[in-house]
């Protein structure tokens, strides 16, 4: 079945400094990608999405490529803030498809941005 | 703010008592999706609805959850007799449509549910 690897944290990183938090999935056909970002004691709110392959979604300094020939999605952010501090998802759906239309998500990564 | 609402948003409970929770979508969303979140790991799929119909559920539902969503507005979600294993944070979803024609799910606070 579908699948999505993110690599594991905790991530501890002091501000200022640059992130990546690697997203690998597994999927038959081309899936849509997205980065959901977790604060604490809050829902998922929706960061950046892809649709097809070569698409880069940004929002709020981050930033992911969809690289169908690598299947991976990591994000990225230059210069890292304390506020950026949180749980951080890697999803994957299918849609525009007539079924299947949950995300499958990671496991997540949690950051911590040092002041 | 028009976003996604979840009620309650805590709730602590019984072993073997029934518990429901609330979910209203963003108004103009037709779909709307549950899913279960426990602790250190990513949300995983419960149900699913297309306005009214219940279109799609995972085998992570058993027989003691039930979903509804009369009149394809608010839902509601049902445990029936529940386990310390049910403890978890319980989300919603309601999803619209982007500029591509791509679905996007938007995501409500969550109900955490302890189970003693």
């Known amino acids: 079945g579908d699948s999505v690897t993110q690599m594991e944290g905790p991530v501890t990183l002091s501000e200022e400094a640059f992130l990546t938090i690697n997203c690998t999935y597994t999927?038959?056909?081309?899936?849509?990608l997205f980065w959901y970002v977790q604060y604490p004691g809050e829902g998922l709110q929706l960061l950046l999405k892809?649709?097809?392959?070569?698409d880069k979604g940004s929002n709020k300094g981050f930033e992911a490529t969809y690289r169908k020939e690598t299947t991976s999605f990591h994000l990225e952010k230059g210069s890292v803030q304390v506020s950026d501090s949180a749980v951080y998802f890697c999803?994957?759906?299918?849609?525009?498809?007539?079924?299947?239309?949950?995300?499958?998500f990671g496991s997540g990564t949690q950051l911590t941005v040092l002041p | 703010d028009t976003g996604v609402s979840q009620d309650p948003r805590h709730k602590i409970t019984k072993r073997g008592q029934n518990v429901t929770f609330r979910c209203d979508p963003i108004?103009?969303?037709?779909?709307l999706y549950w899913y279960r979140q426990t602790l250190g790991q990513g949300p995983e799929f419960l149900t699913y609805?297309?306005?009214?119909?219940?279109?799609?559920k995972s085998r992570l539902l058993s027989d003691r959850f039930s979903a509804e969503r009369p009149k394809g507005s608010f839902s509601t979600l049902e445990i029936q007799r529940t386990e310390q294993g049910d403890s978890a944070m319980y989300l919603c979803?309601?999803?619209?449509?982007?500029?591509?024609?791509?679905?996007?799910?938007?995501f409500g606070p969550g109900t955490r549910l302890l189970v003693l």
């Open positions: 609805f297309q306005n009214e119909a219940q279109l799609e």
């Open positions: 108004s103009e969303h037709n779909r």
């Open positions: 892809a649709t097809k392959a070569d």
């Open positions: 999803a994957l759906s299918f849609p525009f498809s007539g079924s299947a239309r949950q995300l499958t």
């Open positions: 999927a038959t056909g081309y899936p849509s």
């Open positions: 979803a309601s999803s619209g449509y982007g500029t591509s024609g791509e679905e996007t799910q938007y």
